[in-house]
């Protein structure tokens, strides 16, 4: 066991909301926005939908680490750790049924 930071397991491109609803876009042919609510709207509806609240924590801490910045940047962990590159997100998409 290693301690200290986790390394950000990202692909190899850095997506935001707003790339991947552009993707979406591009994919299904419908327009498809990036929409910002609040944290709080966020777990109030992730609550009504039944979501356990510790699932309701750890959905909030990825939201405030992108917020933070600690997934802008591609970084080599994941591509280690699978022993290959990743799926890209153009790739599932492209691969998607939709």
Known sequence: MIDGATPPL????????????????EKTGRDAARKVVSEEENARSARQN??????????????RAARAGEFDRPDPT????????PVSMRDVLANATI
């Open 10 to 25: 990202t692909g190899s491109e850095s997506l935001d909301l707003a790339d991947l609803a552009r993707l979406a876009s």
């Open 50 to 63: 039944g979501l356990p609240e510790g699932a309701i924590a750890v959905m909030l801490g990825y939201f």
């Open 78 to 85: 994941l591509t280690s750790l699978l022993g290959r590159d």
